[in-house]
């Protein structure tokens, strides 16, 4: 699949099938989020991966926004150091890197931001310099995907040279 290609179907799923999802796999998502850019280079991210069933279920009570993650094939949290201006566009970054490698294998993704951050330092021992910014869970589609995206329209979104004026003229 090329990037477009991917960009294009990606979907955020919350729901997983119960196959499991190969080391390989894991292994091509945790590199992903490694070979992200970062803010001047500084990689301040740390990546938890999480595949113990018994500790999906502990990531979903530590959530307020992603109770489905307990039902992920596997989740990595992304955490960041909340000192750097710019550490949630990192985390972003990192973020859908992993989720369109993973979709590179038909592995889908979904992402929350609703942590627990007390709860998730405890359970899961993050350090206090980081903060819980990002869960990604991932597993195989349990059903077929529809593939519709529900997004505004480019006019609506895109505008060329200023700030409302239409992207039309492109074509010209
Ligand atoms: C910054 C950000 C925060 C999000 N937080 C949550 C969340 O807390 N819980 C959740 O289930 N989905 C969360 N999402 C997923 C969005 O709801 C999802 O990307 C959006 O509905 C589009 O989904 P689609 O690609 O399947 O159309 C978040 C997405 C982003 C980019």
Same mark, same amino acid.
């Given at each position: 699949?090329?990037?477009?290609?991917?960009?294009?179907?990606?979907?955020?799923v919350r729901e997983?099938?119960?196959?499991p999802?190969g080391?390989?796999?894991?292994?091509?998502?945790?590199?992903?989020g !490694?070979l992200?850019?970062?803010?001047?280079n500084s990689?301040?991210?740390?990546?938890i991966?999480v595949?113990?069933?018994?500790?999906?279920?502990?990531?979903?009570e530590?959530s307020?926004?992603g109770?489905?993650?307990?039902?992920a094939?596997?989740?990595v949290?992304i955490?960041?150091d909340?000192?750097?201006?710019?550490?949630?566009i990192d985390a972003?970054?990192a973020?859908?890197d992993?989720e369109l490698?993973?979709w590179?294998d038909g592995v889908?993704?979904?992402?929350y931001?609703?942590?627990k951050?007390a709860?998730?330092? !405890?359970d899961?021992?993050?350090?206090e310099?980081l903060?819980?910014t990002?869960v990604?869970?991932?597993?195989?589609?349990?059903?077929?995907?529809?593939?519709?995206?529900?997004r505004r329209?480019?006019?609506e979104?895109?505008?060329?040279?200023?700030?409302g004026?239409s992207?039309?003229?492109?074509h010209k």
């Amino acid at each position: 699949m090329n990037t477009t290609e991917a960009v294009k179907t990606k979907l955020d799923v919350r729901e997983f099938d119960t196959k499991p999802v190969g080391a390989d796999i894991k292994m091509a998502v945790l590199e992903a989020g !490694r070979l992200t850019q970062s803010g001047v280079n500084s990689q301040h991210w740390r990546f938890i991966i999480v595949q113990d069933p018994k500790n999906l279920v502990r990531l979903a009570e530590d959530s307020s926004s992603g109770a489905w993650v307990g039902r992920a094939n596997f989740a990595v949290i992304i955490c960041t150091d909340p000192k750097k201006g710019y550490h949630l566009i990192d985390a972003g970054r990192a973020a859908q890197d992993m989720e369109l490698t993973a979709w590179d294998d038909g592995v889908v993704s979904g992402l929350y931001t609703g942590i627990k951050q007390a709860d998730m330092r !405890r359970d899961f021992g993050i350090p206090e310099e980081l903060n819980a910014t990002i869960v990604v869970g991932f597993g195989f589609p349990k059903r077929k995907l529809l593939g519709r995206k529900n997004r505004r329209p480019l006019s609506e979104v895109a505008f060329l040279e200023k700030y409302g004026n239409s992207i039309e003229a492109l074509h010209k």
